[in-house]
């Protein structure tokens, strides 16, 4: 048997074996994570909704747990969230509610014997002027960017908790960070949204109401690195099964680009053909986040394959399909 297809066979006796709760499993991220673990052959696939249990109370998160004692893992995706706007409008909900949902659940996991708990971070959480590429060795090297460094930081706690897990208890946790995530099932809401469907949105309804112009937050000057959400529900899943040590570990593509060039190239494959105006008086955010991807690629062969222009592609022509869908149920 080759090493391929041994390996193939390890992961699907692994898989089967698991029993997975997915927090936010409904969510963008989430149920692209979900796929993957169904794909996978997951011996179960939990996915506790807010209407049965709130994540930031005690007594919801240890009935979560009294509920399914049969599990054996935890992916932590569900976090309040949302792009440069909400973050400078809501600082201590964002703070909050993160900062408990990953201390009641790591807590909760570890008093449930749950065998390994998936913690997944942000980008946020770097320091603002952090050298490019960022290095996971940086992350403490500085205060994040001021409009959403309360969201960074209570992510970052839970690395902090993880790692304090594992020296006081052997407790198996890890601690991912994702680069800006975009693709289908994205938040597309202005209040929420971040900048792909932000920008998207934007353009596509002044493309349909024959507007000459779109603004945009900022000049247009900071630069991104984004992840297309099905990568990184591979990347987190291969970590959830390999990867058990306590360093965190970033999830990108290595792939940077400014502002001002995706607001032209989503403007080609919107067809939208108006003018690009900059609203200087919105913040620009952190100006510069690429990632250093190397330790995914060592710890556990991750490697992001999305061509980005692909990926955007794929995204618009998912929200213009959701537009559609939307019109005709108003219309039926």
């Not at 032209?264 to 008086?281: F, H, K, M, Q």
Request: contains cysteine.
């Amino acid at each position: 048997m080759s090493n391929i297809l041994r390996e193939r066979g390890m992961a699907k006796t692994f898989w089967r074996e698991q029993v997975v709760i997915v927090t936010g499993g409904a969510g963008f991220l989430g149920r692209h994570v979900v796929e993957e673990l169904r794909a996978k052959e997951a011996g179960d696939v939990i996915v506790p909704r807010s209407a049965q249990y709130d994540l930031r109370l005690a007594g919801d998160v240890e009935r979560l747990y009294a509920d399914h004692p049969a599990a054996t893992m935890v992916i932590h995706l569900a976090a309040t969230a949302g792009g440069i706007g909400i973050n400078r409008e809501r600082p201590g909900l964002f703070y909050y509610d993160n900062i408990m949902m990953g201390t009641l659940l790591l807590e909760g996991a570890r008093r449930a014997r749950v065998d390994k708990f998936v913690g997944v971070g942000t980008v946020c959480s770097y320091p603002k002027y952090a050298p490019i590429p960022f290095k996971e060795d940086d992350l403490w090297e500085g205060y994040p960017e001021e409009t959403n460094a309360p969201y960074g930081l209570a992510k970052k706690m839970l690395l902090v908790q993880s790692q304090a897990y594992r020296q006081e208890y052997g407790y198996n946790a890890i601690h991912l960070l994702p680069v800006n995530l975009y693709g289908p099932h994205d938040k597309f809401d202005p209040k929420t949204a971040h900048v792909i469907p932000d920008v998207i949105r934007k353009m596509v309804d002044a493309l349909e109401q024959g507007e000459e112009a779109v603004t945009l937050f900022g000049d247009g000057s900071p630069t991104r690195e984004f992840l297309f959400v099905r990568d990184a529900a591979r990347g987190i899943v291969l970590a959830a099964e390999v990867y058990n040590s306590p360093a965190p570990v970033n999830l990108g593509s290595a792939y940077e680009i400014s502002i001002r060039d995706l607001a032209r190239i989503i403007a080609d494959e919107v067809g939208y053909a108006g003018e690009l105006r900059w609203d200087t008086s919105k913040p620009n955010g952190q100006p510069r986040r690429k990632l250093n991807v190397s330790r995914a690629k060592r710890e556990f062969g991750f490697v992001a394959t999305t061509d980005f222009q692909a990926g955007l592609r794929e995204t618009i022509n998912w929200y213009r399909s959701q537009r559609q869908d939307s019109t005709a149920r108003k219309d039926s």
